[in-house]
């Protein structure tokens, strides 16, 4: 028997035990009162004549609160005033209830597009993940209805980019925008259970550096995509996090964790993020991106390679060091740094967030006034 065929036996069988350990979870939570389906919507994003839309349908008890939290349309401030504290074990209970969920496969849910709708079904994890053509709408945001099975309906938001912009932002998550220590497992696992959202600690200066990226006076607004190998189950907290933190609401790009036929566990920062990228070069043909990550994954050689094999696509690329990075793979960041810049892409590995922004003012990516603001967040 070849490695290939070990490994698909060993997915399947993986697969199945999948699918008896949400068939245990389904029937306990029907037994709760969890039996009617609720439409978890994600922030699409596309042009004025195509847009890609997510969602997931899961089940819920009738009456339930919407999953997707209540996040304004962005005007650059941070958004709603924080929730109340919770106690430890009742964090602990929230946290774990984002991952026993149950979802509905295979079934129905309709798209209220404003070209007309549009019947998708959902798959084996009660994902939906499609294009819809549109006859053309304005640039913005817009909101998009849908439903499905039990009478579900969800509204999701979806970001047009202006085709005046010709400048997005891609930035990673874990320990780029808020510190997870995501290659610290206890310290992963201490922040995503324990750790309330209004607790969640942002990277000092982060906020205000990509509101100066995304916004210049007098011109349209930039698009700005979130990237990470963080599982769909945090959506609804990220997407808290982002507004709480008066970071730039955009589409989050994240991943399912669990058995496929593309890994055992989950997809790889290495086929995870690149797809994406390319996906997005491929969806906003007129965009250039800035790439923003960190050191503490793969993110210098990811976007180092998006830079050599595109190099008219990307603005900057911009790697924050993480702590504890020891000088051997700084040494190395910074080689791949000097290799990329040579090709005519600027890449530049940085301790902070001013650092950022003062590179990016010289190149023209965001006024050099902001630079000010960003150090005077970095220093509250």
Known sequence: MTESDRRTRTTGALLRLEDVVEGGIATFAQLGGHRHPMIVPFIGHGTTRRIRLGARLVLGRRNAEPVAPAVRIPDGQPGESPPSPRSRRATLGVSLARFLTVEVPRATVTIHAPGGDVVVRTDREGYVDHEVEMPDVAPGWHEIRLTGPGGATAAARVLVVDPAVDVGVVSDVDDTILHTGLTRGLDFLKATLLTDVEERTPLPGAAALYRALVTKPGKPERPMFYVSTSPWNLHEMLLQFVSLRGFPLGPLMLTDWGPSHTGLFRIGAQAHK???????????????????????????????????????????????????????????????????????????????????????????????????????????
Not at 313 to 320: F, G
Not at 327 to 343: N, P, S, Y
Not at 356 to 370: F, P, Q, S, V, Y
């Open 274 to 380: 690149p797809a994406l990228v390319r996906r997005l070069f491929d969806e906003h043909p007129h965009l250039r991106l800035v790439l923003i990550g960190d050191s503490g994954q793969e993110d210098p050689e990811i976007y180092a390679d998006i830079a050599r094999e595109q190099p008219d696509r990307v603005a900057a690329v911009y790697i924050r060091r993480t702590t504890g990075i020891d000088f051997g793979r700084g040494g190395e960041i910074d080689a791949l740094a000097a290799e990329v810049t040579a090709l005519g892409v600027p890449m530049l590995a940085v301790d902070d967030s001013v650092q950022i922004a003062e590179h990016a003012a010289k190149i023209g990516l965001i006024d050099a006034a902001t630079v000010e603001t960003v150090r005077a967040e970095l220093a509250d």
